[in-house]
């Protein structure tokens, strides 16, 4: 989790939620003023954020 959250930028917003009755984890990680798409369920929050940070990074600012 420190290598994700260190690779990420400091501007960007990071949320990371569990779902309501599960195990399971979904994160977002985006750019200011942009609109991130967020992970898909994963059973460890890591997988969640290195998920949605992939998903999400081409749009560096």
């Given at each position: 989790?420190?290598?994700?959250?260190s690779?990420?930028?400091?501007?960007?917003?990071?949320?990371?939620?569990?779902?309501?009755?599960?195990?399971?984890?979904?994160?977002?990680?985006?750019?200011p003023?942009?609109?991130?798409?967020?992970?898909?369920?994963?059973?460890?929050?890591?997988?969640?954020?290195?998920?949605?940070?992939?998903?999400?990074?081409?749009?560096?600012?």
């Amino acid at each position: 989790m420190e290598r994700l959250l260190s690779r990420i930028p400091p501007s960007w917003v990071i949320k990371l939620e569990r779902q309501t009755g599960t195990a399971a984890w979904r994160a977002l990680a985006h750019a200011p003023d942009t609109d991130g798409a967020w992970s898909d369920e994963h059973m460890d929050p890591a997988d969640a954020l290195e998920d949605t940070w992939r998903r999400n990074r081409t749009v560096m600012v």
